[in-house]
């Protein structure tokens, strides 16, 4: 065997060595990225389902209620929590901000009286009962009562439809 022969061979085996254990590495490198990844796994942050919207004493109102009993509608809370708190002659109760046909969002027109849905021309009475439009049935409420600290509190959690709308938790007597 020559030199020039010893030189290639040996150059043969280093690059066989080299690429041999280059796949070992990367291998275990990919391994233990997987196994590192394994003990932090995805989580999915949601906001809590309740949340406070005040005390009692702030939705005291002194006016007429309208043709359905609503004396006002306030959207404090339909941008950040989907929901419209509507305050009755004697009730409370939290309407949930999402049309009941296909999911949009109705809006408030205060000098009409009525919830709108730009989709598909739902409308809705002040107090969330459907008139008008192909939603199947009224809007959904949420849970609303009062917590230990007398505050009022929201849970969307707990969603009432319209058969369940005289169940205690889909409003709160004032």
């Known amino acids: 065997m020559s030199k020039k022969d010893y030189n290639t061979q040996l150059n043969r085996r280093l690059v066989l060595k080299i690429i041999g254990f280059g796949s070992f590495f990367i291998t275990l490198g990919i391994s233990l990225v997987g196994s590192i990844r394994f003990l932090y796994p995805r989580v999915l942050f949601e906001e809590p389902s309740t949340f406070k919207i005040g005390f009692p004493s702030e939705f005291k109102i002194e006016q007429d209620p309208d043709k359905n009993g609503v004396l006002h509608i306030y959207e404090a809370w339909k941008k950040e929590h989907s929901v419209w708190i509507v305050r009755g002659k004697h009730r409370?109760?939290?309407?949930h901000s999402k049309c009941?046909?296909?999911?949009?969002t109705p809006n408030?027109?205060?000098?009409?009286?009525?919830?709108k849905c730009p989709c598909h021309g739902s409308r809705f009475y002040s107090n969330g009962v459907n008139f008008a439009g192909p939603a199947p049935r009224p809007l959904d409420r949420f849970r609303i009562y009062v917590n230990a600290e007398g505050v009022i509190t929201i849970d969307k959690s707990m969603v009432y439809t319209y058969k369940d709308f005289d169940k205690q938790g889909a409003y709160l007597e004032i």
């Open 100 to 104: 009941t046909h296909l999911g949009c």
């Open 92 to 95: 409370i109760y939290a309407l």
């Open 108 to 115: 408030w027109f205060a000098d009409e009286g009525v919830f």
